[in-house]
């Protein structure tokens, strides 16, 4: 068996204790209700942040990147989520809490980078002189940068609580670095 043969017997189990219970969520709609966070992580293999924070399926919008960075292509992104959740009309988390979370790690394979400035400078879309605000070989100093840099982003609402998480991949535990607040004061 190959390892996509693996992953399809799987979905059918997935598929049908779904069905069972009652809990597909065919509605785009619907689902939005039960949206509590969005969460911006690192592609990672390891650090899968549906296992490590436990989250269970619609609870959390969950966006992967090289590094779990502020890009200006992530933040596109979040825009055009936005987007579609105006034209839907629904509210995340049915219009309560709601956390926007940045997560990053230990050991994170962009600290191989550091000796790629070019690189580094193409991916965050600033030149090679700013680069050294980005901490790329430090992730607790990471995520409070891109947590500063989500505040400053005026598109997102104000009373989402912004937080920022580092995971230890040694250990298995999530340290609160900047811990939830409104993303700004109205």
């Not at 065919?26 to 989250?55: E, Q």
């Not at 912004?162 to 004061?185: C, E, Q």
Request: with cysteine.
């Amino acid at each position: 068996m190959s390892s996509l043969d693996s992953l399809l017997e799987r979905n059918q189990t997935f598929a049908a204790q779904q069905s069972a219970s009652g809990t597909l969520m065919p509605s785009l709609l619907a689902a939005t209700g039960t949206l509590k966070a969005t969460i911006i992580g690192c592609a990672d293999m390891r650090v899968d942040p549906v296992h490590i924070l436990g989250i269970k399926l619609g609870e959390a919008l969950v966006i992967r990147n090289i590094g779990g960075r502020i890009t200006p292509v992530l933040l596109e992104e979040l825009g055009l989520l936005g987007r579609i959740g105006q034209v839907l009309g629904g509210a995340p988390a049915g219009g309560g809490e709601f956390h926007l979370i940045v997560l990053h790690h230990t050991d994170c394979g962009i600290t191989r980078l550091a000796g790629d400035p070019d690189k580094l400078a193409h991916y965050f879309q600033i030149p090679e002189s700013e680069l050294k605000a980005k901490a790329v070989t430090d992730p607790y100093a990471a995520v409070a940068a891109d947590v500063a840099l989500l505040r400053a982003v005026p598109a997102l609402p104000a009373k989402w609580l912004l937080s920022g998480l580092v995971y230890d991949v040694a250990t298995g535990l999530v340290k609160t670095v900047v811990p939830p607040a409104p993303i700004r004061t109205i």
